[in-house]
């Protein structure tokens, strides 16, 4: 196992779990943080930059996934495969021939629930599961990653689902879900970034390889984020529900709706690592989300604009 001296963040520049994961990191004294300035589908460039740096390890975070969502992803085929697939594939197969660990910032959203998993039941994908998910071409691409992903012995694969972070960022799944009339009600799988970003971290240092369903333990429903929201930052908001056959004849891809067994993960989490169950991370996020905004002067009643429903 290597120590972990050098890292290189590929969508560290522009992304957002990249730079979440470059602001952990630069508040180490004993590890270097980089930020890729090649972009992943060009092979070349991102094989110089590996030979110029000779990072320790290599944090890989940057894909398509479509403004303002994955709709976008279904008119823009070439351009998803292009980075999603070949990009992807290029930071794992060059890492893998420099012997460099690589993390993978990948995504859990290739399931749905199904006859062998079904909702409310607690019965969760495990990383062996494959993906039977297709209902969005993002989703195929990352379907189709997996597998091939598999085969590099250096890469950790993490399965991230539906992102919570205690801002409010534009792919924080709490800012998109707030805009919208009316929502489903599903209990899902979710990944509540500030828990789980330094976890990667220590996974990584660990050298640990191979898939994990990388959400906090358990499920939780878009009515109780919401809840939370209103409980926590605008006690003014309300919410609408619809089915999900209303919701297809207003989106171009389907959502994937699943929970994922965490198993694997808290079984080889490092110890001093803390992971709550998804229920209180969530509550626990939206009381930072609460400090942070009161901070920032938009509570009580400053919010911008951009983060009001139209």
Known sequence: MTEMKRVLIFGGKTGWIGGLMADIIEKRDDVEVFLAEARIENREAVAKELDEIKPTHVLMSAGITGRPNIDWCE??????????????????????????????????????YDDAHPLGSGIGFKEESKGNFDGSFYSQTKGYMEPMLSCYPNCLILRVRMPISDDLFHRNFVTKIVKYDRVVNIPNSMTVLTEMLPASLAMAEKGLTGVYNFTNPGVISHNEVLDLYTKYIDPTYTYKNFTVEEQAKVIKAARSNNELDTTKLMADMPEEVKINDIKTSVELCF?????????????PDNMPAEFKRA
């Open 75 to 112: 008119d823009h085929k070439p351009e998803t495969i292009r980075v999603n697939v070949i990009g992807t594939l290029n930071v794992a197969d060059l890492t893998n021939s420099r012997n460099i660990h690589c993390t993978v910032y990948a995504t859990g959203c290739i399931f749905k």
């Open 287 to 299: 009381q930072r989300m609460k400090v942070n905004l009161e901070k920032m002067g938009w509570l």
